[in-house]
């Protein structure tokens, strides 16, 4: 049975118990399904290369447990997370990491590229900050057609030095579309630290010069991602327009397979291992009386056996034909 909330301070009172379990259960995903990825690809059964969100999933389910199947997001090349809490199905991501034709892609797409149009996932993007304008475009349409959808676009720190950044981020004020711009600013870009690359100390500091809310949360606290997610959608589903919201948080692993992490000190992942987000976040769980230990031992059970069962149907897939090889690629032009 559930259990009863406390009488301690509201948490998440604009979500359900139910919902704030499938919300912990999502990040629970995201985090096996990421170690099944990583595994893989270290047997030698995957190849290419991957960037794990490990330590990251507290930004990505909190800014889309909110959101409706009809509100789009646009992602990034550390963009697992995201596809998972918009409601993609594991099974079918690792797929497309193993290159069946059941993926999302037909298997096309590998770990950068995965795309979910039926959830609402206009897909991720290998170039930095390529997302965000697609998530601008997005948003214009969705007023053009005088719904009350949002767009919602994913970035990293490393994209607010690109000038598609700052284009976009005006371009959506100045029409005061509805989207919401979250950055998941986890310190580094690829190597390169924040405080080295950037001449303001907050990303959310930028917002000003667009005339737009900026907003500054614990990227770890999937509560504070929600709230301020929360609040940035129903400004822009009013016609408010954007909002800039800055996820405070870190990657514990490399930037990407074949990072060695020379630039940052173990030191420092520990320390920030002590502030998982999914152990903040069952802890809070447990506080409430949102849920029980067993209830917690339960989902993580269960999560362990989806990705067992999700890795078996990739591995069995269905390998790509050598006559399809140019299936589903277009030149704009070109004879249909």
């Not at 034709?101 to 039926?118: K, L, V």
């Not at 719904?147 to 950044?165: H, I, S």
């Not at 010069?209 to 504070?224: F, K, L």
């Not at 405070?248 to 173990?266: A, L």
Request: glycine content about 10%.
């Amino acid at each position: 049975m559930m259990a009863k909330k406390s009488n301690q301070r509201p948490f998440h009172k604009e979500f359900s118990a139910e919902q704030q379990l499938e919300a912990f259960r999502r990040m629970c995903v995201i985090r096996r399904f990421e170690e099944t990825a990583e595994d893989s690809y270290m047997r030698g059964l995957t190849h290419g290369t991957m960037h794990l969100s490990i330590g990251q999933e507290a930004s990505a389910v909190g800014a889309t447990m909110g959101l409706r199947k009809t509100d789009y997001i646009t992602s990034t090349h550390r963009g697992h997370g995201h596809c998972i809490g918009k409601g993609a199905d594991p099974k079918l991501m690792l797929a497309e990491f193993f290159g069946k034709e059941e993926g999302y892609c037909r298997g096309r797409g590998g770990s950068m590229h995965i795309a979910d149009i039926e959830s609402g996932n206009l897909g991720a993007n290998g170039i930095v900050a390529g997302g965000i304008p697609i998530a601008v475009g997005a948003a214009l349409a969705i007023k053009k057609q005088k719904r009350d959808d949002v767009a919602l676009c994913f970035f990293g720190d490393g994209a607010t030095n690109e000038g598609a950044f700052h284009e976009s981020l005006n371009m959506a004020a100045i029409w005061r579309l509805p989207v919401i711009f979250v950055c998941e600013n986890n310190k580094y870009g690829m190597s390169v630290s924040t405080e080295r690359s950037m001449a303001v100390a907050n990303v959310a500091d930028r917002a000003s010069a667009y005339n737009m809310p900026g907003v500054m949360v614990d990227g770890n606290r999937i509560e504070d991602v929600s709230e301020a997610v929360s609040e940035a959608t129903a400004r822009a589903r009013r016609g408010d327009g954007p909002t800039l919201i800055e996820c405070k948080t870190y990657r514990t692993r490399g930037h990407s397979r074949s990072d060695r992490n020379r630039y940052r000190t173990k030191e420092e992942i520990e320390d920030w291992k002590l502030r998982d987000p999914i152990t903040l976040f069952e802890a809070e769980l447990l506080a409430h009386g949102i849920a029980t230990q067993a209830e917690i031992a339960g989902i993580h059970a269960s999560v362990a056996t989806e990705m067992v069962a999700g890795l078996e149907f990739a591995q069995n897939g269905t390998d790509p034909s050598p006559e399809f090889l140019t299936r589903d690629v277009y030149t704009p032009g070109a004879a249909p």
